[in-house]
């Protein structure tokens, strides 16, 4: 059974309308997908996170049932649409809730940037497996996979995209899961897609890290080949007090691999002790089962 229900409620933006999902109370926990995928990308995990929370999920623009106006978009813009999401979504008497903040790639580097441009509105956060920067050559090689989305069929990209996202031990393990998260992506536009990979090639967040007031955990898998374990290094540099994680045996998804890694997620979002990884702390895990540069 679903933890959300299929119902959308959707809020207008200049260029069209965000789409989310609510379900539950208490402290707002607020989930942001990755490129070229939707909210639905949560589903098989949702469950572990539920309690005492009100879970929000996001489309980002252009992904899932969200709209898009066919112009570029930034980060930035992406940050400032969840913003607006916040404050919509408020508390009694007007003023916006104050949100934890879990970012998986793309939604991680949109969470950072959330965090640095609105830090009263971030309690804690977690960023798994991204960057707020892609390094020197980001621009030209984000230009390259954004035409790569635009003329590749989706088909086509899907064992690329695969392998990047989980090892081979889940894959063989968790083919549910992997399908339903290939389904996803083959139903996003490649536009949409195009245009988010663009606007990660542009950004640089570097500069803005110390704005970040939220108390944070950068977690990301040893064998990401997206964003690469010294990314997740020099991101948890940036911001003071960060606590970083590198978990062994886990690729770009790892928070989707490791039931281990959410454990330590759990813990970290009530302000518990937070268990260290270990060899045995990654895949693979089951998820439950409702359900290489290029991210």
């Not at 607006?84 to 940037?113: K, N």
Request: proline share 7%; charged share 20%.
């Amino acid at each position: 059974m679903r933890l959300l229900s299929g119902t959308f409620s959707f809020l207008d933006r200049p260029w069209g309308k965000l789409a989310y999902r609510t379900s539950g109370t208490g402290r707002p926990l607020l989930l942001l997908h990755s490129l070229a995928l939707s909210s639905g990308m949560w589903e098989p995990v949702l469950s572990e996170f539920a309690a005492g929370r009100r879970i929000v999920t996001v489309d980002l623009r252009g992904h899932g049932r969200s709209a898009w106006d066919w112009q570029a978009f930034s980060v930035e813009d992406m940050a400032d649409d969840i913003c607006c999401l916040i404050d919509a979504l408020g508390v009694p008497g007007g003023e916006p809730a104050p949100v934890d903040v879990i970012g998986m790639s793309m939604g991680g580097t949109v969470a950072v940037a959330l965090a640095a441009r609105h830090p009263k509105l971030v309690g804690r956060l977690v960023a798994c497996d991204t960057t707020a920067w892609y390094g020197p050559n980001a621009p030209e090689a984000w230009e390259q996979r954004a035409r790569a989305a635009e003329t590749t069929t989706r088909e086509m990209q899907v064992p690329f995209q695969t392998d990047r996202w989980f090892g081979e031990s889940f894959r063989r393990h968790h083919p549910e899961t992997v399908s339903a998260v290939v389904g996803i992506f083959l139903s996003t536009s490649p536009e949409a897609h195009a245009a988010a990979c663009r606007a990660l090639g542009a950004y640089d967040g570097r500069s803005t890290l110390e704005a970040i007031t939220a108390t944070t955990l950068v977690a990301t898998g040893e064998e990401d080949f997206a964003t690469p374990p010294s990314m997740g290094v020099d991101l948890a540099a940036g911001i003071s007090g960060a606590t970083l994680q590198v978990w062994p045996g886990l690729r770009h998804f790892a928070l989707i691999e490791s039931s281990a890694l959410r454990s330590a997620i759990r813990a970290f979002l009530s302000g518990d002790t937070v268990p260290p990884p270990t060899p045995q702390s990654g895949c693979c895990q089951a998820v439950p089962a409702d359900t290489r540069s290029e991210l």
